[in-house]
Structure formats: C-alpha cells, structure tokens
C-alpha cells in the first residue's frame, strides 16, 4: 500500500530510498520504515484489512483492521515472542498511551534533564515519551503535594474518558460544551465531559448501542479499543482539525 506525497497522508516505504513530493522535504528512508508528510492529521479510507502477523487476532476479530493499520503504521510493536502477540483485550496502561501517541502523531520523545512527574524518573522506559506529550500539552498529570512535582501515575490503567481527553488535544479538536450531551450517562458537568462531546463529533468514538447511547467513561480502554481510537483520530478531517 503505497499513499501519494504531496497529499499529506502517511508513507510506507519497501525499500531505501528518497521520499520528495509537492509538500514534502527530501529524506532517506529505510525498508519498512514509516514518514509522515506534512499533513492535518489525515488517513486515507481504509481499503481493506492489512495484513499482520500477530498470531492471536483473526481476520474475523471486530478491530483487526484497526489493529492492523496501528501495526502497519508502527504505533504498536506487540510482545516479541514467537509467533508475535499483540494481547488486544489487556487493560493500556498511562506509560503505554504516551508511547502510542507519540508514535501516532510523530511526536519525538524528549529526553528533558529535569522531570515534569515526581514519579517518573530519567530511567523510566516510557521517560521520553511522557516527557514529549507533557512537553506539547496533551498531559498534565495529578497535583502534587504542595509544591511538589504532580504526579503521572505510569502504571495507572487509562479510562475512556482520560483518552477522550489525551485525544481531543492530540488531535487539536476543540472542546464542546454542551447542555445536551451524546451520552445517557455522560452529564454536562462531568470534568471530561466537553473532551468526550468533541470526539464523538469528529467520529472518533461512537459509543455503546442504545437510545441514547452510552459511553462508560470510567471504563478501562483496552489495546485494542485503543487502536480504534487513534485509527479514528488520525482520520478526522482537516476541518474538524486545528
């Protein structure tokens, strides 16, 4: 599968060579490698599954596409075991998401002297990542003690309406207030309340069946309603962009 330059949509390569186009500056890329042009955020329409080698997600699994794409992208490595696994129904961990993010957006990791989180240290995995996304204001973690550093809590599981809002800024959807919300059990002044309005109307989530239909904010996102969910923001269109 191969995306045109020039349309800001993103690139995988098959073999070294130079990537140039209307909108893109000349670079070198490796086998397998994935760019990105300049772009607002845009994936083409997908044409089909994408073929992966994660040995427990069939073809028929609800989010093997997604999963696929996320692959294919290198947002998501899975386990290095043989066969590879990729375990979609294990609980994203905060220290994952940032991982996740910074890959999806190409947001390069910072290696920042000084922490922004009391509990993350220089020698965490995930330092440089959390740092990045800290640094471009999608994360702000928990207050601290007094003049303490906040908190980031790593190994925290993440929720779906912490995403809703790791998402609407990543993203730079703006977010909706609203009296009226999507939701049955999402009320206007739940503190996520305008993030989770602001993704659903760009597409990015849809919810559970019903009339309304319900969101379970306090839910815990999986790895793979987590490729969904970055599937779906990396194909908002421009308009529903900043």
């Not at 093997?64 to 590879?84: A, D």
């Not at 996304?133 to 929720?159: M, N």
Request: aromatic share 10%; glycine share 8%; proline share 11%.
């Amino acid at each position: 599968m191969y995306l045109a330059p020039g349309l800001g949509f993103w690139i995988h390569t098959t073999s070294t060579g130079t990537l140039s186009g209307p909108s893109a500056s000349s670079s070198t890329l490796a086998v397998g490698q994935v760019a990105a042009l300049p772009r607002a955020g845009l994936l083409p329409p997908m044409a089909g599954p994408v073929l992966m080698d994660f040995d427990d997600v069939s073809r028929d699994y609800w989010a093997y596409s997604e999963i696929g794409e996320m692959r294919w992208l290198g947002v998501v490595h899975g386990y290095s075991v043989i066969p590879p696994i990729f375990r979609p129904q294990v609980p994203v961990t905060r220290a994952q998401m940032a991982v996740f993010l910074c890959r999806a957006y190409l947001i390069p990791g910072v290696d920042s002297p000084t922490p922004s989180f009391a509990d993350v240290s220089p020698d965490h995995w995930a330092y440089r990542y959390i740092e990045a996304l800290h640094a471009a204001g999608i994360v702000q973690g928990y207050p601290g003690d007094g003049d303490e550093l906040p908190l980031y809590c790593p190994d925290f599981t993440v929720s779906r309406d912490q995403m809703a809002v790791f998402l609407m800024r990543a993203t730079g959807l703006d977010p909706i207030e609203t009296s009226e919300m999507p939701f049955a059990d999402v009320t206007p002044d739940h503190w996520a309340a305008p993030a989770i309005a602001a993704i659903k109307a760009a597409g990015i989530t849809q919810g559970y069946p019903g009339d309304p239909p319900t969101y379970h904010p306090y839910d815990t996102v999986t790895r793979d309603q987590m490729c969904v969910y970055v599937d779906r923001a990396l194909r908002c269109p421009p308009n529903e962009q900043q």
